[in-house]
């Protein structure tokens, strides 16, 4: 059986060293646990049965040591987790710590979990930290890529009230609420993107390989050809010969409007055209007020201060617009007011959300009230993405057979025109 020798502490500070004879690392773990130790570094003993594995580890450092510090940047950069994927992790986490694991234990074990988004690196340098002193939301502080602040506050103020199951179990359920939104919006572009994808493919397909053909067979006679199909065949004749100018053209105001969007005038401008948009300006508003909703309440309900649980959210609302009231709101509050009121000044959010979170106020319940306003307009969106879905269908649907009509009367017209002129006497 192979062998791990360890280094401990006991409670006292003491230090304490020994060897084990367990089955893998984790079982070493948990039998320092058991003794009452609390590990600091467990490795394989020299001439163990994990020795090998350990070299090949170690060979495999060395290698990606040598390579160029760019490349091995680019192969080591973290990307950031899906909000499904922050939701599991997180849910296993609490499963494991609600069924009475130590903490140290619990991350050994998310090691050989499948928790896809966020690898075995990352929970084994939280269970390093960890075993070297450092408190859980200390260790995730060093991974600002995979634990955004949010995260890293509500672990933390779990971990000072003693309830960090909760505090994690509650984290699940927000990125799962979230995830789920996310899911809707997806899922309601998923049909219109298919339908202009289609129409454009017919279109390319008509203009680069149909349109030329015909136009081939229509100049061999002294024929008129119809508006439609004189329409069409001038589009096409300029599209593919100068498609580049088109391209060029497209490329310019892509590049100019990046530029203008890299401005804090232009994504505040853009950010204003976006809720005042027709449709897609309710829709937006929406998911935008459910999720400054849902951030506040799940922060306040978890022990976060006020200050910086408006602070925490002002940096996720991805809107500057609502970023500058949310930043009024704060001064305000730090002035002594409630949330409510310089809420209502900014003239940005509803007054249903206004006068929920005074009820809220006034009976002692902030995060019951926030949480409210959170179900009541993901509720609203809900519904508002499935009318508009039901509305998008139909719509696509004319546009696509007036389109598909057009070009097929554009070629018929010639043919029809063509037969009538051949079989009834000189074409004119």
């Known amino acids: 059986m192979p062998q791990f020798s360890y280094k401990a502490r006991r409670r006292t500070g003491e230090a304490v060293e020994g ?66 994927e922050l939701a599991t992790f997180t849910q296993q986490l609490a499963n494991l710590l609600k069924s009475g694991m130590p903490l140290t234990v619990a991350l050994n074990s998310m090691m050989h979990l499948e928790s896809k988004g966020i690898s075995a690196d990352v929970t084994k340098q939280l269970k390093q930290e960890v075993m070297e002193g450092r408190s859980l939301s200390d260790a995730m502080s060093q991974q600002p890529t995979i634990f955004s602040e949010m995260y890293i506050n509500m672990v933390r103020a ?7 199951v909760d505090v994690l179990r509650r984290l699940a359920d927000h990125f799962q609420q979230f995830a789920e939104v996310q899911a809707k919006f997806t899922a ?63 490329l310019v105001i ?17 950010d204003g055209w976006k809720m005042n948009a027709p449709v897609f300006g309710k829709l937006m508003k929406l998911n935008l007020f459910g999720q400054f909703a849902r951030t506040l309440s799940t922060l306040l309900h978890n022990g976060v201060p006020v200050l910086t649980a408006l602070k925490i959210t002002e940096q996720i609302i991805p809107s500057l617009i609502l970023k500058d ?12 007011k409630t949330i409510a ?50 509305l998008i269908e139909p719509v696509l649907i004319i546009l696509m057979a007036m389109v598909v009509g057009f070009l097929l009367l554009s070629v018929l017209l010639p043919l029809f025109k063509l037969i009538s002129g051949i079989s009834g006497g000189p074409v004119r």
């Open 19 to 84: 060897v084990l004879e367990v089955p893998d690392r984790s079982a070493a773990l948990l039998q320092i646990e058991r003794l009452g130790l609390f590990p600091v570094a467990v490795e394989a003993a020299k001439g163990g049965a994990t020795a090998a594995p350990e070299r090949a580890a170690a060979r495999k450092g060395e290698w990606a040591d040598a390579l160029p510090p760019a490349v091995r940047e680019f192969f080591q950069r973290k990307r950031k987790p899906k909000l499904q």
């Open 158 to 164: 779990g971990e000072q009230s003693g309830a960090l």
């Open 188 to 250: 309601a572009m998923i049909y219109p993107a298919l339908v202009c994808c289609v129409g454009v493919a017919i279109i390319a397909f008509f203009m680069f390989f149909m349109m030329p053909r015909f136009m081939e067979m229509f100049t061999g006679f002294n024929l008129t050809l119809p508006l439609p199909t004189r329409m069409l065949m001038a589009f096409t004749y300029y599209f593919t010969r100068y498609w580049w100018v088109l391209f060029a053209g497209a």
């Open 254 to 270: 892509v590049m100019l409007f990046r530029r203008f969007r890299a401005t804090e005038e232009g994504r505040r401008k853009i």
């Open 325 to 336: 009231a949310i930043a009024r709101t704060r001064e305000g509050v730090t002035d002594g």
């Open 341 to 390: 009121q310089p809420l209502a000044h900014s003239k940005i959010f509803p007054q249903l959300m206004i006068d929920l979170l005074k009820i809220g106020e006034d009976t002692g319940d902030v995060p019951g009230a926030l949480e409210n306003v959170a179900d009541t307009y993901e509720n609203e969106l809900s519904i508002q993405l499935r009318v508009m879905t039901n």
